[in-house]
């Protein structure tokens, strides 16, 4: 049977639309959570559904004042802003517009949750819990692309770690989850495109040859929601199999690898 580690507490999945913020979402409810979507986009997730633009200060905040009117307090913030961009490449060849729409959208919208929930967390018996998301890459090194995609979650990293030490005695953990490759529906497209033989390339790389499945995202995100993680805040919870501390081979032919 399911723990329900998190039974009657206000869960807020803040971008909860797509496979990572649904599986967050259906988690937290089995655990006996009473969840909040919100997304910019019309959607059914959550006890309560809402819409608001996650970058947009005067919609986030009356978000947070709807649920604090609605329950009382917050117990659980899920911020999962994050989407890659397309245009998003190198430092040297991405345009400002870019960079700043990626900003915008993960550590703009990260910091604007955060800043409008904190006010109605820390009220219940037990500690209020922000989980960002953020991403292996944000403390690796870069060859190629998404240079503002990991910048930005570098951000969210230092946001969590600087809220989590500041909130520490006002009964309120802040962590950052460190996200390797989940596999969703966008993920698995774009291997699919890549091809068996680049795909399997790819997969070298990483220790378990495996991407990671959105019910150990979901398990790994409730633990850090649940008193099971009391102790554990201002930290960077890796979530990635292994990849940041694996030898990285050259990417060459087989031939000559």
Not at 80 to 102: F, I, K, Q, Y
Not at 138 to 161: C, D, I, Y
Request: proline content about 5%; aromatic content about 6%; some cysteine.
């Amino acid at each position: 049977m399911q723990e329900r580690r998190l039974e009657g507490r206000v869960c807020v999945v803040a971008g909860a639309m797509g496979d990572m913020g649904e599986a967050v979402a259906r988690r937290f409810a089995d655990e006996g959570g009473i969840v909040v979507g919100i997304d910019r986009r019309p959607h059914a997730v959550g006890e309560l559904s809402l819409m608001a633009d996650l970058t947009d200060e005067d919609a986030v905040a009356a978000a947070y004042a709807s649920v604090a009117e609605g329950f009382g307090r917050l117990d659980v913030l899920y911020n999962n802003a994050g989407p890659l961009d397309p245009d998003d490449h190198s430092a040297l060849d991405t345009t400002l517009e870019t960079w700043n729409r990626v900003m915008a959208l993960i550590l703009t919208a990260t910091w604007l949750s955060c800043k409008h929930a904190i006010p109605h967390m820390g009220k219940g018996a037990s500690a209020g819990s922000i989980i960002n998301t953020a991403s292996f890459l944000a403390g690796m090194g870069a060859a190629t692309g998404q240079m503002a995609f990991n910048a930005a979650k570098a951000g969210v990293e230092q946001l969590s770690r600087d809220l989590g030490v500041h909130l520490a005695r006002r009964n309120i953990r802040v962590n950052a989850l460190a996200i390797g490759p989940i596999e969703t529906r966008q993920i698995k497209a774009t291997f699919e495109r890549l091809g068996p033989e680049q795909a399997e390339r790819r997969f070298t790389h990483m220790p378990m040859g495996r991407f990671g499945t959105l019910a150990e995202l979901a398990a790994t995100a409730a633990y850090l929601a649940s008193d099971d993680a009391g102790f554990v805040t201002a930290a960077s919870f890796p979530l990635n199999g292994g990849i940041p501390g694996a030898f990285t081979v050259p990417d060459l032919p087989p031939r000559q690898r």
